[in-house]
């Protein structure tokens, strides 16, 4: 088992240092083998009609200038040792790790995906009780109640859920719910949970219920899937022939079994989701780490998007192998080796 | 009345394509102690009158009619929830394969101690010990051990016999095993059939084995029972059916019977032809396309649902053939060719 | 006061203007479609109350040397002064400047290349310093250094006479730069030209010339805490997240006649989503969009057709235009005539169609300066029968050229701009019909000048004849607009943004406008260069653009104003 995890964690080391040489790769080298100059990349982090000289010196300042295997050894140099950022005024230490500053803000990486994660947390947690608990039920009741007007009402709401969008959605029950009914805050609300929890979650709500509106909408499909099969398996057959109530044959024993790839599933999702739930974050206008994503690529500010990038990946990483941990946990017949 | 007395038992299926009568007009009787045996080939109807005695046929969409008597006690009609707290103590139910019949997520002992705490209000405690204890019973060894594997952590026979345990964990009085065996290779099977005989004495249940195989039934049953398209054929005592049989079924049941004497794949009668579809039960005998001897009773086979009716004391048979002609056709045509004594 | 009136009737804007509304007191002013642009709507003195206002992006950044967004420097006079500023307000005298720090506008000399400015007294910053004329020399000084400030303006890197050896006040501390401004007293600031140049208190109202105390400048991080110089500093200031003003107590009333400053707080929310910032404002929980470029097509469907949300808008002309550089690098448009019977080909009615139609879009463009530019001339040297093109003039135009069946060009446009996708395929159609076949080619907008149509080698290579543009001017005059669009001497390898003009007649023009001190001649010189441009026929104008403003519920004393071409922020209040 333990070394199990250690192998795990050597390849996930491996896992992000490809990616963030991928990352990398797409926003400095796919350029400039697309023919851009150093000033033409420098040329996006400038004013408009900005004269050759500024560019140059913006270009030299980003050290766009250096070979790239410089760049992105300085990149990485800063994350394990930290790096230095000139003001003009004076220089400011980063200590590691450091994801650099941002070209546009000027501010350094690392603070601010840290200031940006508990809103995402919040927004991941909340959703995925609310997902989880909705489309279980859902797809159990579906699922014992096949072909009942229960059973097609709320799969064809799935159906919509899965493809309805949610900058459809978020912005349609922004609409009706806070600017039509007034009873929920407008888009941009959030209050962090240490300063007032109540407040916190009546601010992120909306959010929550439509994100897991999407989420749940799959689950309930799936679950529902997975108990139809599960419920004719032999082992149900002999838990009635048990005298087992039918609840508990359901619960026990359907649903324990319906429920371990619902859990891989999970995780994976989970674990994409507090590396930023984009979409969500942008249409409410939640200051998390989709929010910074989306703005990062955007912008093109690099050391914002390799920061944010390296800590999405992290994270679903980090979500494979708890979630590869705990099938071990919850499947007695997976062996980990 | 028998321990066990079902009367004229019908279990039908409507489906779109029609009505599929799995079990039509079923009758029959088991008293404590004793074993029946129900003999047929897959779809004939015998593993749904299991479930239908056990209240376990599927749910909204089946038609039960008839009688089942249990202990004086009828189950038809009963409620379900009466129904379901008989399961498990009362009558048991043994599947045909432990492993997919066992929940892989849960130990072989917590699945036995949940089988007896639903009848029993003992502390988990008691209840493992129990399990332990019906563990060692169907010959487990280590059963203390044992008690926390998995399912799949055990052996084909080693899971038939935790299988049993769990059947018999609440002491049930009737005892149904469907196909017990089939999944078992051939040396484990005779274990497991040893083993049910030792635990049917011990117990004093009423047994009902249910198989395709003539031969498993052949030393364990009182009764035997042979189904064909949803109906009795043939139905008597072990020695009736075994050195007497009267319908042409149960000869080519006794000659397609693999014998250790012979070659596996050496099939001495084979029947030809498959079972009929339960939807579509031929019209008259419903065994006559496939009977050798159909043409004998003429026009009768195709248009006249034979009787059942009694050939010698308790021995009951549905063929349009007379006894004369039935008994002369297996002592001088069938007895030879199987060789039995 | 009758003259200022007549004149603002005879200026260019050519709209129906109405005279200025008598100032009545009170709230509850009744909606009217452009009632922000003809006067004051819902004029108030009232004082108090929180403006809550949101962008859909971010600042480039609040420091006043590095930044140069329209909406920064209209929104950043709540936090700092500058020598000169727009006259508040509505109406055609919003583009003139006024005294903010100064006393007066500035003093030429004769030549031209010294402006003198003396500032007032009684000036403080927040933390109650006084701001002397040392603070504005030291915050111009400053604004040098691109490397550190690279998003601002550069127009003062070129205009002043910098010392050789002066690379910024961070890496030359000790170089003296009163070459180029000095601090001649405390209250007198000189600026020394390379060049006579006439527009100075157009440059000097932009943000460069906001003090900044030598004392608290910290470079590139002087945007997380700018000193406050106006009537609001700043209580917090999230990064990318939002920001708050409050009153600022040092800042004097009397000293400043143009900002009534009559919100107590003003919170600014950052990276809000467009389309719900929309519904925000509609809705009443965002009174102010900051970006003031107009509403997203999302909520134009909505608010058009419902006349309640329509009686909310404003519908102003701003100093932009959309536009098709001709770009005379590749033959056979490098002939005049081709590039003519471009012009004569134009369907107007269908490229304005393209944009949007007369509201979200713009009026139809004859020529190159729009309408809000002082002193504009509307001519139109390439007429035709309801703007749909003079074919037979465009047949004669390719007959002169050499060219009589058409030719064949590639127009580039940025292709994550429907408009612009729009534009060049109404263009593809209308040229068809003389026989001009165009190819049609988008590309990224973010790498559009620097990559593609504004780089010079990559224009020749592909041979694109035509590129949809479109530029607004940093102030409202002639140099403000033009001189980046159509002097060829700013032409450089990449980045360009004029494509198409290279005459040097039309250089000279420029040279001879921007020296010109007189206000009335100088006008009419960029009229000149205005119309040889347009002989030229390397710029298709396509619209002078409109945006669509939504007046936020609750707003008071809301005017459109020219200079800023928006909302005039500072006059703001809340009901």
């Given at each position: 088992m333990l070394t199990y995890i250690i192998r795990r964690l050597i390849g996930a080391f491996a896992m992000l240092i490809v990616i963030s040489m991928v990352t990398f790769g797409i926003f400095y080298v796919v350029p400039q083998w697309a023919g851009a100059t150093p000033e033409a990349m420098a040329s996006r982090y400038v004013g408009r009609a900005a004269t050759p000289e500024t560019v140059h010196l913006v270009a030299e300042r980003l050290g766009f200038y250096d070979p790239v295997v410089v760049q992105y050894g300085n990149f990485v140099k800063g994350i394990f040792a930290g790096a230095q950022y000139d003001y003009g005024a004076g220089v400011e230490q980063c200590p590691a790790p450091c994801f650099g500053y941002s070209f546009i803000s000027g501010q350094p990486v690392w603070p601010d995906l840290l200031d940006r994660m508990p809103v995402t947390f919040s927004l991941a947690i909340g959703a995925a009780v609310l997902w989880v608990i909705a489309g279980v039920t859902v797809g159990v009741v579906s699922a014992l109640r096949r072909g009942s007007f229960f059973d097609r009402l709320t799969m064809g709401t799935a159906l919509a859920g899965v493809s309805l969008p949610i900058f459809f959605t978020g912005m349609i029950s922004l609409v009706v719910f806070s600017y039509g009914l007034g009873w929920t805050p407008p888009g941009g609300s959030y209050t962090p949970i240490d300063e007032n929890p109540a407040l916190w979650a009546y601010d992120l709500l909306l959010p929550w219920i439509t994100l897991a509106f999407l989420f749940a909408a799959t689950y309930a499909r799936l679950t529902r899937a997975g108990m139809l099969e599960t419920m004719g398996e032999d082992y149900i057959r002999t838990a009635r022939a048990k005298g087992l109530k039918e609840r508990q044959v359901v619960v026990k024993h359907g649903l324990r079994a319906t429920l371990t790839p619902i859990l891989t599933l999970f995780g994976i999702d989970f674990g994409l989701l507090i590396g930023g739930a984009i979409l969500t974050e942008t249409t409410y206008t939640l200051p998390g780490l989709g929010q910074y994503a989306i703005l990062a690529i955007r912008t093109q500010d690099m050391p914002q998007v390799m920061g944010v990038v390296l800590v999405a990946a992290t994270f679903v990483v980090v979500a494979s192998l708890i979630v590869d941990l705990l099938y071990a946990v919850v499947d007695p017949r997976v062996r980990l080796s | 009345m028998s321990f066990l007395d079902v009367k004229d038992l019908k279990i039908h299926f409507p489906t779109d394509d029609g009505i599929v009568k799995s079990v039509d007009g079923l009758s029959f009787g088991v008293e404590r102690g004793k074993t029946l045996g129900i003999v047929g080939e897959s779809g004939s109807g015998k593993s749904v009158t299991s479930l239908g005695i056990l209240g376990l046929h599927k749910g909204g969409r089946a038609r039960l009619s008839g009688e089942i008597w249990l202990d004086g006690e009828e189950l038809i009609g009963a409620s379900a929830e009466h129904v379901r707290r008989l399961r498990g103590k009362k009558m048991a139910m043994i599947f045909q394969d432990p492993l997919s019949s066992m929940?892989?997520?849960?130990t072989v002992g917590h699945q036995i101690i949940e089988a007896y705490r639903i009848h029993h209000d003992v502390s988990k405690q008691v209840a493992r010990k129990h399990a332990i204890d019906m563990l060692g019973r169907v010959g487990i060894p280590e059963p203390a051990r044992r008690v926390d594997s998995y399912p799949h952590e055990f052996s084909g026979g080693m899971r038939q016999r935790a299988m049993i345990a769990m059947a018999l964990s609440c002491d049930p009085e009737l005892l149904i095993a469907d196909e017990p065996t089939t999944a078992l290779d051939v040396t484990v099977q005779a274990q497991i059939l040893d083993l049910m005989r030792d635990l049917q004495r011990e117990f004093n249940s009423a047994l009902i084995i249910i198989t395709h195989d003539l031969g498993v039934v052949a030393e364990l049953s009182d009764d035997i029972l042979v189904m064909y398209g949803g109906k009795c054929v043939e139905y008597g005592t072990a020695e009736d059916v075994f050195y007497r049989p009267e319908h042409p079924y149960t000869w080519g049941l006794l000659g397609s019977m693999p014998r250790l004497d012979r070659e596996p794949t050496e099939r001495l009668m084979p029947i030809k032809g498959s079972p009929p579809s339960l939807i579509n039960v031929p019209p008259g005998c419903a065994f006559h396309p496939r009977c050798p001897y159909a043409e004998r009773t003429g026009d009768k086979a195709r248009t006249e649902v034979p009787a059942l009716t009694?050939?010698?004391?308790g021995h009951l048979v549905r063929c349009h053939m007379s006894r004369d002609e039935r008994h002369s056709l297996w002592e001088n045509e069938i007895k030879p060719v199987l060789e039995i004594q | 006061m009758l003259a200022l009136a007549l004149a603002a009737c005879g200026g260019g804007s050519g709209s129906t203007q109405q005279p200025a509304q008598s100032a009545s007191g009170g709230t509850g002013a009744q909606d009217a479609f452009n009632a922000a642009v003809t006067g004051v709507f819902n004029p108030s003195t009232k004082k108090g109350g929180t403006l809550k206002a949101a962008h859909s992006s971010d600042w480039d950044s609040l420091d006043p040397g590095d930044t140069y967004y329209g909406y920064s420097f209209d929104f950043g006079r709540f936090y700092w002064r500058t020598l000169t500023m727009y006259k508040p307000g509505p109406g055609p005298e919003g583009n003139t400047v006024v005294p903010d720090l100064a006393e007066s506008l500035g003093t030429p000399s004769d030549d031209g290349k010294t402006w003198t400015y003396k500032i007032k007294s009684g000036l403080k910053f927040e933390d109650g310093t006084p701001i002397t004329a040392k603070d504005v020399a030291y915050a111009v000084a400053r604004s040098f250094d691109k490397e550190t400030f690279p998003h601002g303006p550069s127009y003062l890197n070129e205009l002043l006479a910098w010392p050789k050896d002066f690379k910024g006040v961070y890496k030359t501390p000790d170089v003296d730069y009163s070459s180029a401004v000095e601090a001649t007293d405390d209250t007198t600031v000189v600026f020394h030209l390379n060049k006579p140049f006439a527009s100075m208190d157009y440059i000097v109202?932009?943000?460069?010339?906001?003090?900044?105390p030598k004392d608290k400048d910290t470079g590139a991080k002087y945007r997380e805490k700018v000193v406050s110089s106006g009537p609001y500093k700043f209580e917090t200031n999230e990064i990318g997240k939002r920001f708050a003003l409050v009153r600022n107590?040092?800042?004097?009333?009397a000293t400043d006649p143009n900002r009534p400053a009559l919100p107590d707080r003003i919170e600014v929310q950052l990276n809000v989503n467009a389309d719900d910032l929309d519904n925000q404002i509609i809705s009443g929980d965002i009174q102010l969009d900051i970006p003031g470029t107009g509403m997203q097509p999302a909520a134009l469907g909505k608010v058009l057709p419902d006349p309640a949300l329509k009686a909310r808008t404003d519908n102003p002309t701003i100093p932009r235009l959309w536009y098709v550089s001709v770009i005379p690098d590749n033959a056979p448009l490098d002939n005049v005539n081709c590039r003519k019977a471009v012009m004569f080909a134009a369907d107007r009615v269908a490229n304005q169609t393209a944009y949007g139609g007369e509201v979200a879009g713009g009026e139809i463009a004859t020529n190159v300066m729009p309408p809000a530019i002082v002193g504009q001339e509307k001519f139109d040297l390439y007429p035709s029968a309801d703007n749909k093109g003079d074919l037979t003039k465009a047949k004669e135009a390719l007959a002169a050229c050499g060219k009589p069946d058409g030719f064949t060009t590639t127009m580039a446009y940025r292709s994550d701009r429907p408009r612009e996708k729009a534009l060049a395929e109404a263009m593809e159609q209308a040229l068809s019909r003389v026989g001009i076949k165009l190819t049609l080619k988008g590309f990224p907008a973010s790498s559009y000048f620097s990559d593609y149509a504004g780089n010079v080698n990559y224009v020749k290579e592909n041979g694109i004849g035509l590129a949809a543009h479109g530029w607004g001017s940093d102030w409202p005059d002639g140099y403000g607009f033009l001189q980046a669009i159509v002097?060829?001497?700013?032409?450089?390898?990449?980045?360009?943004?004029?494509?198409?003009?290279?005459?040097p007649e039309v250089d000279k023009l420029i040279d001879q406008a921007s020296g010109e001190l007189d206000e009335a001649a100088r006008a009419k010189l960029w009229v000149e260069v205005d119309k040889k441009v347009m002989e030229d026929a390397s710029i298709l104008p396509v619209v002078w653009a409109k945006s669509l403003l939504m007046r936020g519920k609750g707003l008071t004393n809301v005017a459109y104003n020219e200079g800023q071409s928006m909302y005039d922020y500072i006059m703001l209040g809340v009901e």
């Open positions: - | 929940h892989p997520y849960y009694e050939t010698a004391g | 109202q932009m943000p460069m010339t906001a003090p900044v107590d040092q800042w004097d009333p002097d060829s001497r700013t032409i450089r390898d990449a980045g360009n943004y004029n494509l198409s003009v290279k005459n």
